[in-house]
């Protein structure tokens, strides 16, 4: 079965760091894949999407995510993050002959500090 | 664009009783419908995918007698937990993803129904 893993289950830093959050997938065929976040009390919003082409995609609010298919891995990235980056990030992965259901992550929380 | 909603946004009910969750795509249409679960500090699970006018099509170890799925517009569909317990007592949330166009096979999610079964 398909499955996604997210290498980090709370990180913690503090403001100007700079952030990875690891995401690998275990499925050799066609993937989508795509970084969520959700801030406290809010919905699932897009970060990010890989369909095809450029392997370094660019998302919203300075983040970007780069696909490697030989590692199987979609990590996310932020040269520089801020207080308001608070938040659960999940790495979701969409199969392309299975209905477009999405199989996510186990979620990363990350913890800024002013 | 691409807004996503459900009502309610919590509901609290006695165990045993039916409730039903709206998931609704304001402004498009969507080919199909998903419906997550989402235990505290853990991952989104899917339980069943819902297309317009057809069964859904339910995750293994999900109950579909137990949580009916009717989706019957492109802008609609429910979710009704039947004879609810407290071990259902979770935060349900909706997708919708996008009949066609440029942002085909992408998700948008509603805001989630938080279920309290006492």
């Known amino acids: 079965a398909q499955s996604v893993s997210q290498h980090n289950h709370h990180v913690i830093l503090s403001e100007a760091a700079s952030l990875e959050l690891g995401c690998n997938y275990s499925?050799?065929?066609?993937?989508?894949l795509f970084w969520y976040v959700q801030y406290p009390g809010q919905h699932l919003q897009l970060l990010l999407k890989?369909?095809?082409?450029?392997?370094l995609v660019k998302g919203i609010k300075g983040f970007e995510a780069e696909f490697i298919k030989s590692k199987f891995s979609f990590n996310l990235r932020k040269p520089s993050v801020q207080w308001s980056d608070t938040a659960e990030y999940f790495c979701?992965?969409?199969?392309?002959?299975?209905?477009?259901?999405?199989?996510f992550g186990q979620g990363t929380e990350l913890s800024v500090k002013p | 664009g691409a807004v996503v909603s459900q009502h309610p946004s919590r509901v609290i009910c006695k165990s045993g009783t039916s409730v039903k969750i709206e998931c609704r795509s304001l402004?498009?249409?969507?080919?199909?419908m998903f419906w997550y679960r989402q235990f505290p500090k853990q991952s989104l699970m899917l339980m069943a995918t819902?297309?317009?006018?057809?069964?859904?099509?339910?995750e293994q170890g999900v109950e579909k007698d137990k949580f009916l799925i009717n989706h019957a517009s492109l802008t609609l569909s429910t979710l009704t937990v039947t004879s609810a317990h407290p071990e259902d007592s979770s935060f349900y949330i909706c997708?919708?993803?996008?009949?066609?166009?440029?942002?085909?096979?992408?998700?948008?999610f509603g805001p989630g129904t938080r279920l309290t079964v006492l």
């Open positions: 997708s919708a993803r996008v009949r066609a166009g440029v942002t085909y096979n992408e998700q948008f």
């Open positions: 499925y050799g065929g066609t993937v989508n």
């Open positions: 890989y369909f095809s082409g450029d392997p």
């Open positions: 979701a992965v969409n199969v392309n002959n299975q209905g477009g259901k999405l199989i």
């Open positions: 402004d498009f249409q969507a080919t199909t």
């Open positions: 819902s297309n317009e006018g057809s069964k859904a099509t339910y």
